[in-house]
């Protein structure tokens, strides 16, 4: 069987609510606790949100993270307030992110799809985003359920695993 370079899932349980869980993706002030050193949403009058107001489709972002000198922009392309939150990544890619309450855990199911299949592509984005989305979601889960941040924001430390 073919290895398909073009989408990869990755899911994780969280022992916390359906809200808490949408809000962690869509309120900048939740997403810096487990994911971003500074995150801005801009709603469509590219007028920048509050940092406890959940971002809607058609906002766009600007992603930073800490130790990295990347700035990742995009656009969000789905947010139906509940369950499901979509946005744009890594050029044309785009990341669906499925929320299914199971018990007192909420599924958190992450799509990255659309990703080119050039040689650069398959390596930085296919393979570098799941390595990335595999640490974040575990911090993702290591935060809401115990308050630990798993993130090195220690410059001297720059290049260990995160």
């Not at 916390?16 to 900048?28: N, P, R």
């Not at 299914?100 to 199911?109: A, F, P, R, S, T």
Request: net charge negative; hydrophobic share 35%; aromatic share 14%.
């Amino acid at each position: 069987m073919a290895q398909d370079w073009t989408s990869f899932n990755l899911s994780i349980a969280v022992k916390t609510s359906l809200e808490t869980i949408y809000d962690a993706w869509t309120k900048s002030a939740e997403i810096e606790k487990w994911f971003l050193e500074t995150c801005t949403y801009f709603k469509n009058t590219q007028e920048p949100r509050s940092g406890n107001e959940n971002t809607e489709a058609g906002d766009t972002y600007k992603w930073t993270w800490y130790l990295y000198e990347e700035t990742e922009k995009g656009k969000i392309t789905s947010a139906n307030g509940r369950d499901f939150f979509q946005f744009s990544f890594a050029g044309e890619c785009l990341v669906d992110i499925q929320l299914k309450e199971i018990g007192d855990h909420v599924l958190v199911n992450l799509t990255q799809h659309n990703i080119p299949t050039d040689e650069k592509s398959k390596f930085n984005i296919r393979i570098g985003c799941l390595e990335g989305w595999t640490f974040y979601l575990a911090n993702l889960k290591s935060f809401y359920e115990t308050g630990y941040d798993l993130r090195n924001k220690v410059a001297e430390l720059k290049g260990v695993n995160n």
